[in-house]
């Protein structure tokens, strides 16, 4: 695996790059809706700015670390921050998983942009990106049944669903743990998907 970090990939409609200053606010508003935010954040999340603000700014300070593989996700046509997606280290409470060449993914996009291929835009480029140039290995993540899109999006995507197992996850504002999906993928099959050889 290859430390690389947040690269600056161009895609047909997309530029996406290290979270700046600039993106802060713009995804905080995106994660305070709550059609974005029920199945995706497991960790809290103010809705008052002011308080919300150490904690993205201390991020922020991190964004252009070679270890940290985090971006906005930035539409060409009016510039605008629509949303972000990251590859972090892989948590399993039920396995110890040590190798960092292992690693999960997320992404949310604003509402207003869903449902126009953006996010698949977005993330076809980094799995390209993560398996073929920083070499990982794997990746295993996951979306709640309910979230039909996300998972939707997974399996379009290549990702390959663990028959035999669900998990439950508490997501920060939903009452209860919720029943999920588990997906992976590893570079092997990604390469094979899409054609390429090692030869």
Request: net charge neutral.
């Amino acid at each position: 695996m290859k430390f690389l970090g947040s690269k600056t990939i161009e895609t047909n409609r997309l530029i996406l790059r290290a979270t700046e200053e600039e993106d802060l606010k713009p995804i905080w508003e995106i994660l305070c809706i709550a059609e974005v935010n029920k199945y995706y954040l497991t960790c809290k999340l103010s809705f008052d700015w002011e308080k919300e603000k150490p904690w993205q700014y201390k991020k922020l300070q991190q964004a252009k670390n070679k270890d940290k593989f985090q971006w906005s996700i930035i539409l060409k046509s009016n510039n605008e921050c629509i949303g972000q997606i990251s590859v972090h280290e892989a948590h399993d409470e039920d396995e110890e998983i040590t190798d960092k060449s292992i690693r999960g993914i997320g992404w949310f996009i604003n509402p207003k942009y869903q449902r126009q291929g953006l996010t698949y835009e977005a993330s076809s480029a980094i799995l390209e990106y993560m398996f073929n140039e920083v070499e990982i290995e794997k990746i295993k993540t996951g979306a709640a049944i309910e979230n039909e899109a996300s998972w939707k999006l997974m399996e379009k995507l290549g990702f390959i669903k663990d028959k035999k197992n669900t998990k439950k996850l508490k997501y920060t504002f939903v009452d209860k743990p919720v029943e999920m999906y588990l997906y992976n993928m590893d570079r092997e099959d990604y390469q094979k998907k899409k054609g390429v050889t090692n030869e």
